[in-house]
């Protein structure tokens, strides 16, 4: 019983030494969003498209509470291509490119994906859920969206690219943060 209590009140001891003192500064619920322009062409070199990032701001530590990535389903009412051949014929959908929404993390030079979510067809809706189920600790880092898809030819006519008929796709992946100071 002795030497649980001694552990117990040198690990207690111990650890005290290396906690942050945190404070809390404001809640951040923001959405990002990523825009494919109308006839952008897909191919190897635009594998991954990158959006726009948010930064935690110095001397900060955010604590991701939640990420709902909401990629909006991709197809033609008219029953239209969205993606077509240089040729105008009908390439696709974004399933055939296997495309997703990604959150990215990105420390310095380093870019990684941390999250993705497949955009769905026709007949299919996912309002999205939390990716996480333990908070993500962010310090000095970044957190961003990118468009990912798998078509890895090389440029050549036979390259899909979106509909301009059909206009731009445009996919969101919902933060929900608590920003401390250090």
Excluded: C
Excluded at 9 to 20: A, E, L, P
Excluded at 56 to 75: F, G, L
Excluded at 151 to 162: H, S, V
Aim: glycine share 6%.
């Amino acid at each position: 019983m002795k030497k649980i209590l001694f552990l117990s009140i040198f690990f207690i001891i111990s650890n005290r030494g290396y906690s942050q003192n945190l404070e809390y500064s404001r809640v951040i619920d923001t959405t990002l969003s990523i825009t494919i322009p109308a006839s952008t062409i897909f191919n190897i070199s635009n594998r991954l498209i990158i959006g726009n990032y948010i930064t935690s701001p110095p001397n900060k530590v955010w604590k991701v509470q939640s990420v709902i990535i909401m990629p909006v389903p991709a197809y033609d009412i008219n029953g239209n291509s969205i993606l077509l051949y240089q040729s105008g014929n009908n390439w696709g959908d974004f399933n055939s490119l296997s495309a997703r929404i990604s959150l990215m993390i990105k420390n310095n030079t380093l870019e990684e994906e941390l999250f993705s979510e497949s955009i769905p067809g026709q007949g299919t809706y996912n309002l999205g859920s939390n990716r996480i189920s333990s908070p993500l600790w962010i310090n000095n880092s970044e957190l961003g969206i990118a468009f990912k898809h798998n078509y890895n030819q090389a440029i050549n006519p036979n390259n899909p690219y979106l509909n301009p008929n059909w206009g731009s796709y445009t996919g969101y992946i919902h933060l929900s943060i608590i920003e401390f100071n250090e």
